[in-house]
């Protein structure tokens, strides 16, 4: 039976990233409801990592959860946007690995984008919504690290392609982290710098 996307898009007004998954879990993996809610999800982790120091900033390791309200007043000073690459899916086997999703609506992300007009910079995270996202927007499909450019209505984007968060993927904590520390450095940029700060870096 087809799934629909439990969540909300997170889409604060300002925002200059859009982080873009592929679909959550099932409910009963859930430790909050919000975005990557599996608490062996390391997403949170390294956005603690990469912004505080410390991989533990915004986990609640005695409840198995995290601090909810501390995520989504941070994401919303930072500016990153957080949905997925797919509406709706059927689980083939239960879980939320690409290789067991078969989709059956993909977002329009495109749309989705328009409604973030500082936005200059998409993350994905996984084959799958690499795939759908690129597809999307007309571009091939860069290397894990790496990134292609396109554009939105003559508005300049590059599309990066990070490291899956999850444990099943076979690297460090901190060599995840390394990854996204270089796009999630973009937002220190004064907004006036960004567009030019933007085409300057990354190789990870």
Same mark, same amino acid.
């Given at each position: 039976?087809? #799934?629909?996307?439990? @969540?909300?898009?997170?889409?604060?007004?300002?925002?200059?990233?859009?982080?873009?998954?592929?679909?959550?879990?099932?409910?009963?993996?859930? *430790?909050?409801?919000?975005?990557?809610?599996?608490?062996?999800?390391?997403?949170?982790?390294?956005?603690?990592? %990469?912004?505080?120091?410390?991989?533990?900033?915004?986990?609640?390791?005695?409840?198995?959860?995290?601090?909810?309200?501390?995520? #989504?007043? @941070?994401?919303?000073?930072?500016?990153?946007?957080?949905?997925?690459?797919?509406?709706?899916?059927?689980?083939?086997?239960?879980?939320?690995?690409?290789?067991?999703?078969?989709?059956?609506?993909?977002? &329009?992300?495109?749309?989705?984008?328009?409604?973030?007009?500082? %936005?200059?910079?998409?993350?994905?995270?996984?084959?799958?919504?690499?795939?759908?996202?690129?597809?999307?927007?007309?571009?091939?499909?860069?290397?894990?690290?790496?990134? *292609?450019?396109?554009?939105? &209505?003559?508005?300049?984007?590059?599309?990066?392609?990070?490291?899956?968060? *999850?444990?099943?993927?076979?690297?460090?904590?901190?060599?995840?982290? #390394?990854?996204?520390?270089?796009?999630?450095?973009?937002? *220190?940029?004064?907004?006036?710098?960004?567009?030019?700060?933007?085409?300057?870096?990354?190789?990870?």
């Amino acid at each position: 039976m087809a #799934e629909s996307h439990p @969540f909300e898009p997170f889409l604060p007004t300002e925002a200059r990233l859009l982080m873009l998954g592929t679909f959550p879990p099932a409910e009963k993996r859930w *430790s909050m409801k919000f975005y990557y809610p599996n608490f062996t999800n390391d997403m949170w982790r390294i956005v603690g990592l %990469c912004f505080f120091g410390d991989a533990m900033h915004f986990v609640r390791q005695h409840e198995k959860t995290y601090d909810l309200e501390a995520l #989504e007043t @941070f994401l919303a000073e930072k500016g990153i946007a957080l949905y997925d690459t797919c509406t709706k899916v059927v689980r083939t086997t239960g879980t939320a690995s690409d290789k067991d999703l078969q989709v059956v609506e993909e977002t &329009d992300l495109k749309t989705m984008l328009r409604q973030l007009p500082h %936005c200059q910079t998409v993350v994905t995270a996984g084959q799958l919504a690499t795939a759908i996202a690129c597809r999307q927007f007309g571009v091939d499909e860069p290397k894990t690290g790496q990134y *292609s450019e396109f554009q939105l &209505d003559g508005r300049p984007m590059r599309i990066y392609r990070m490291p899956s968060t *999850s444990r099943a993927y076979p690297a460090p904590l901190t060599q995840k982290a #390394e990854a996204y520390r270089k796009v999630f450095a973009l937002l *220190s940029q004064a907004p006036a710098l960004f567009y030019v700060a933007i085409t300057l870096f990354f190789n990870s």
